[in-house]
């Protein structure tokens, strides 16, 4: 019987090929990669995204972005959503960092751009806060830099009474 050795003329290559086969399974299962990884566009509301406001007062919905390789012309948004539609608050496009947001679309004058495009916060200021804006808004983002990539954060705000305000904070510490 005669036996074909792959690596005739150098066993050495074997052992050596069989290393790296196994190092190159063990990098790719544990996450490893020669490649950079980079994370794609995304929106933050931060740790805390549900609030309690306090009827009559003004309030800022808290919305920051990301993006791995830089934009132009993005897109954000904010929306109030009820339990069957999305209501269009604001939106604007930012041209290139540093720039300040082209404000394309408001609902009323009780909505405002409160944040800082130059560090990446598209917050909005809602004045006058009424029971009726109690729910869900959503920030969300579309970058064309990143081939249209689209991401979006939910804000939930209940709208509480000054009397049920008080209230409240005399049970948390009294």
Do not use: Q
Request: aromatic content about 14%; hydrophobic content about 40%.
């Amino acid at each position: 019987m005669v036996s074909i050795h792959p690596y005739p003329l150098f066993p050495h290559r074997k052992a050596r090929c069989e290393s790296c086969v196994f190092l190159g399974f063990l990098l790719f299962f544990t996450g490893f990669s020669f490649f950079p990884v980079t994370s794609a566009l995304e929106t933050t509301v931060g740790k805390i995204n549900t609030f309690e406001v306090l009827n009559g007062t003004d309030f800022i919905l808290p919305c920051n972005f990301g993006t791995c390789i830089g934009f132009e012309n993005l897109l954000f948004r904010w929306y109030f959503e009820t339990n069957t539609t999305r209501d269009r608050l604001l939106e604007a496009t930012i041209k290139a960092p540093g720039t300040e947001p082209r404000i394309t679309f408001t609902k009323n004058d009780r909505i405002k751009f409160a944040g800082d495009s130059k560090k990446k916060n598209i917050s909005i200021l809602l004045e006058n806060m009424d029971f009726e804006d109690s729910g869900k808004y959503i920030c969300f983002v579309k970058n064309p830099t990143e081939k249209d990539a689209k991401h979006e954060s939910v804000v939930t705000v209940n709208v509480v009474d000054k009397c049920g305000y008080l209230e409240m904070l005399a049970v948390m510490y009294f």
